[in-house]
């Protein structure tokens, strides 16, 4: 044991601050490759293009949350608070009434209030939606298009590999810097 604390004590001071240089190198190089690692991991985030969305149902049932991190939103600025919203209710009812049992959305998260003849708000309950798409369906093929999906991240888990980015058919989901999480819609379906 002698023998090997002598060998430690007889280190020149040029030694040991050579070892203890190479100490502090490794120790950086290794802090800045985990940061680089971790921040790869969070640069890119998963969201619907809204342009190449195809409303097939698949967001509800195959995200690995319940319900879906995936919402309904409400592009106010493009929408014409119409009295019939097709994103509302179904194209084909009963004597065009307006009963509850005529309304797209199963959960009722899409809700609606009066604000003057003839006009109407429409509003998102992001809890209630499960990301069906029935309503975005419904308004752009009748309406305007302002409604549409998106993912909410408050939500989502961002999965190296999305289960509803490998079902979806047509390629909606994407990879979108995280500094910029959304893309939203900016022009109406028609016109």
């Known amino acids: ?51 190449k969305c195809t409303q097939c149902g698949k967001c509800a049932t195959e995200c690995v949350l319940s319900p879906s991190a995936v919402k309904c939103v409400h592009q106010y600025a493009l929408c014409g608070y119409c009295d019939f919203c097709f994103g509302f209710y179904k194209d084909q009812r009963p004597d ?54 998106q993912v909410r991240h408050d939500r989502c888990l961002n999965c190296n590999e999305c289960r509803i980015a490998a079902a979806c058919p047509a390629q909606a989901f994407v990879r979108v810097p995280a500094a910029k999480p959304y893309i939203l819609k900016t022009k109406k379906a028609y016109g």
């Open 1 to 51: 044991m002698d023998d090997l604390s002598n060998k430690f004590n007889k280190k020149t001071r040029r030694e040991f601050l050579r070892d203890s240089l190479r100490a502090a190198g490794l120790l950086a190089l290794s802090g800045a490759v985990g940061g680089v690692l971790s921040q790869g991991q969070g640069e890119t985030v998963w969201q619907i293009d809204p342009e």
């Open 96 to 149: 065009d009434t307006t009963g509850a049992e005529n309304q797209r959305c199963p959960t009722g998260a899409l809700q609606r209030s009066f604000v003057e003849e003839p006009y109407y708000q429409y509003v998102v309950n992001e809890p209630l939606c499960i990301g069906c798409a029935i309503c975005v369906r419904g308004c752009q093929a009748y309406g305007n298009g302002s409604l549409y999906l």
